[in-house]
Nanobody
Framework: QVQVVESGGGLVQPGGSLRLSCIVS????????MSWYRQAAGKERELVAR????????SYGDFVKGRFTLSRDSTKNTFYLQMNTLKVEDTAMYYC???????????RGQGTQVTVSA
């Protein structure tokens, strides 16, 4: 059974940092896509970052502008999203998504809330 569990969200002041974690279990394919998405209240979901496994170089949404870094610890089956210089507009629920395009495998966690407020 595949499980995707996010953690690390919270309340932070503008300019602060958070590190989100995504633990994946039960998913052992060698190639897949790992993504961080976010959805703010009343807004559409948007892609934050994406990594095509087994690649090593993530891609990011335009709004990231060098502030976020997606990384992976394959020994722990864990992905991270380091978020620096957070802005009020980064407030959203952040989701981790694992999928294999063309194979119908698509898994998402329950999300972790990030709130940026003074």
């Amino acid at each position: 059974q595949v499980q995707v569990v996010e953690s690390g969200g919270g309340l932070v002041q503008p300019g602060g940092s958070l590190r989100l974690s995504c633990i994946v279990s039960g998913f052992t394919y060698p190639t897949y896509v790992m993504s961080w998405y976010r959805q703010a209240a009343g807004k559409e979901r948007e892609l934050v970052a994406r990594l095509d496994i087994p690649g090593k170089y993530p891609s990011y949404g335009d709004f990231v502008k060098g502030r976020f870094t997606l990384s992976r610890d394959s020994t722990k089956n864990t992905f991270y999203l380091q978020m620096n210089t957070l802005k009020v507009e980064d407030t959203a629920m952040y989701y981790c998504n694992i999928r294999r395009p063309g194979w119908g495998d698509n898994y998402r966690g329950q999300g972790t809330q990030v709130t940026v407020s003074a």
